[in-house]
């Protein structure tokens, strides 16, 4: 399963080669746009994947190969991008989500480009204020999920909000990622602060901790390591209740054969944070011939259906089908939680260093 929680950790970049068919005759032009034009680069988080059929498609559309550059998590590769403003390692960064968006654009790392196809994603998508520094390219939500079966075993109905995860019957049940260090950790924080305020939220968190709330530093650990529900319902972790995503269950379920009546684990639906990740022509790029050329592919018809299966996230594109999988086992969540990235940048660093002391310390 793949996802973009991942740390926000620095980490060194790395480098691999996903595509390289090296068309020519292609759109590229380097007398135009100076560097390679035979070649652009995407600069992305670790959870990036797409399907070697896609890639090769992109090539053949283009006359581009492309160079992928895996900058670790997240928040890595903006920090990176930051720190190599004007002097950027690629052409279009992808992977900067909601929560990070305003460290980016604060930093001015984007030149605007308006892709082409944006038109066929709505405007709850897009940056506020109709900006065309990034282009939104996936969405998801950040829940809680459960185990099924454990909750089924002990007759206990699952949480479906965030204040039952306050109550004892769910005590020493919960473990969540880092705030400080983890996408979906800092979702989930975003979350309790939409939901209680700026006067409320870290009361909730005391209870949280009160009811013995578990914290890790990624989603990887939490999922994989602390979660009774991973791994098809056999995850080697105690903890039936886990801060992931609303696609998480579908992904419990690819390839399974005969397909079951329900994944084995489930959403609880009151407790969700919109996720949205966005892509951006790096300001200095080698090739922005090449990297315009990207986003349009970014949120073509391609690429957003091919966006699920890989990366268990939804198209923003209106028009692009969902796998049949995402229809019958994913959660449907209707109202998540969602904060304008101008509040998150206001806030941001001051909420995270209370909640560090409130429950980290």
């Not at 992305?44 to 090539?59: C, G, I, N, P, Q």
């Not at 909000?161 to 880092?178: H, M, S």
């Not at 979660?227 to 972790?237: D, I, L, P, Q």
């Not at 390839?255 to 009151?270: D, F, I, N, Q, R």
């Amino acid at each position: 399963m793949k996802h973009t929680a991942t740390t926000l950790l620095a980490v060194t970049l790395g480098v691999s080669l996903l595509a390289g068919c090296g068309g020519s005759g292609g759109s590229g032009d380097s007398s135009a746009d100076g560097g390679d034009a035979e070649k652009v680069t995407l600069v992305t988080h670790d959870s990036f994947a797409a399907s070697e059929k896609v890639l090769e498609r992109f090539t053949d559309e283009t006359g581009y190969e492309l160079e992928i550059l895996r900058a670790g998590d997240a928040g890595s590769t903006v920090n990176q991008a930051v720190l190599n403003k004007g002097n950027p390692q690629g052409d279009v960064l992808f992977g900067v989500d909601n929560t990070l968006l305003s460290r980016a654009l604060e930093n001015e790392i984007f030149t605007p480009y308006e892709a082409r196809g944006l038109e066929k994603v709505p405007q709850e998508y897009r940056p506020a204020g109709g900006g065309t520094d990034v282009t939104p390219v996936d969405t998801g939500e950040i829940c809680v999920n459960y185990d099924r079966e454990y909750f089924e075993k002990n007759d206990l109905r699952p949480p479906r909000t965030l204040g039952d995860l306050t109550k004892p019957a769910y005590k020493d049940l919960l473990v969540t990622e880092n705030a400080a260090t983890s996408s979906p950790g800092l979702g989930f924080l975003l979350a309790t602060v939409a939901e209680y305020g700026n006067g409320g939220w870290k009361d909730y968190w005391k209870k949280l901790e009160a009811n013995g709330v578990e914290v890790v530093d990624g989603w990887e650990q939490a999922y994989y390591d602390r979660f009774s529900g991973s791994a098809g319902g056999e995850g080697k972790g105690d903890r039936p209740l886990v801060v992931s995503y609303a696609s998480s269950p579908p992904a419990e379920v690819l390839g399974k054969k005969p397909m079951p009546e329900h994944a084995p684990t489930g959403v609880a639906e009151g407790t969700c944070f919109r996720q949205v990740e966005f892509a951006g022509l790096l300001e200095g790029a080698d090739n922005p011939k090449g990297g315009k050329a990207l986003l349009d592919f970014l949120i073509g018809t391609a690429f957003q259906e091919d966006l699920p299966l890989q990366m268990f996230v939804s198209p923003v594109r209106e028009d692009a089908a969902l796998p049949e999988v995402f229809t019958e086992y994913g959660a449907d969540v209707e109202n998540p939680a969602t904060m304008a990235p101008e509040r998150i940048a206001d806030n941001r660093e001051q909420w995270v260093k209370a909640w560090t002391s409130l429950v980290v310390r």
